[in-house]
């Protein structure tokens, strides 16, 4: 069988790949992880959102926050709750400029609910709605076209968001001053 790739292509690949990762978590601000815990842990109630592979991560995010023990939903799933005064809708749409997205934080707006912001376009829409907003330095689909990144589209953003989803639970947790056992508690047994 002919080799379709180098094993010096891949380690390269790899490489490559880590150090994206790497410079958009280095590029995040201890503000805006201030602002996010403090915007999370204050909130009666979440809901998230997210389009594509993002929303997968928002709603990897939500079962965290669950576990956390914190009142979470997802938007668009049946359980979603009136959210309004007191509660947070947590929004991502790292190239930003996303209909669908724009349209919720605005009926967040109007029911009274904060929100709390992560993207990679800080300064385009619906950005101007957040109360916080989460900078994540990557690669998002509105700035691929001129990248040599390793990662296609916006893989860079959509990790990185990943694994600060997962960081910050970790200081909820230490927050809340819970631990593992905990959070392990409340995961579901219905698998």
């Given at each position: 069988?002919k080799?379709i790739?180098?094993?010096?292509?891949?380690?390269?690949?790899?490489?490559s790949?880590?150090?994206?990762?790497?410079e958009?978590?280095?590029?995040?601000?201890?503000?805006?992880?201030?602002?996010?815990?403090?915007e999370?842990?204050?909130?009666?109630?979440?809901?998230?959102?997210?389009?594509?592979r993002?929303?997968?991560?928002?709603?990897a995010f939500?079962?965290?926050l669950?576990?956390?023990?914190?009142?979470?939903?997802?938007?668009?799933?049946?359980?979603t709750?009136?959210?309004?005064t007191?509660?947070?809708l947590?929004?991502?749409?790292?190239?930003?400029?996303?209909s669908?997205?724009?349209?919720?934080?605005?009926?967040?707006?109007?029911?009274?609910?904060?929100i709390?912001?992560?993207?990679?376009?800080?300064a385009i829409?619906?950005?101007e709605?957040?109360?916080?907003?989460?900078?994540i330095?990557?690669?998002?689909?509105?700035?691929?076209?001129?990248?040599q990144n390793?990662?296609?589209m916006?893989?860079?953003?959509?990790?990185?968001?990943?694994?600060?989803?997962d960081?910050?639970?970790?200081f909820?947790?230490?927050?809340?001053?819970e631990?593992?056992?905990?959070?392990?508690a409340?995961?579901?047994?219905?698998?």
């Amino acid at each position: 069988m002919k080799q379709i790739i180098s094993l010096a292509d891949w380690e390269l690949q790899k490489i490559s790949a880590m150090n994206e990762i790497s410079e958009a978590i280095n590029g995040i601000s201890q503000e805006s992880l201030e602002a996010s815990i403090r915007e999370i842990t204050n909130a009666k109630k979440i809901a998230v959102y997210a389009c594509g592979r993002e929303g997968l991560t928002m709603k990897a995010f939500a079962m965290r926050l669950f576990h956390a023990g914190l009142s979470v939903h997802v938007v668009g799933e049946m359980t979603t709750p009136y959210i309004g005064t007191g509660d947070l809708l947590i929004l991502t749409c790292g190239p930003g400029e996303v209909s669908t997205v724009k349209a919720i934080a605005n009926q967040a707006k109007i029911s009274g609910a904060r929100i709390l912001y992560f993207t990679a376009q800080p300064a385009i829409s619906p950005a101007e709605l957040a109360d916080s907003k989460f900078f994540i330095p990557a690669q998002t689909m509105a700035n691929d076209t001129e990248s040599q990144n390793t990662l296609p589209m916006g893989s860079a953003f959509e990790i990185s968001l990943f694994l600060v989803c997962d960081l910050l639970v970790n200081f909820i947790k230490f927050f809340r001053q819970e631990n593992s056992a905990v959070l392990r508690a409340r995961h579901t047994n219905m698998e």
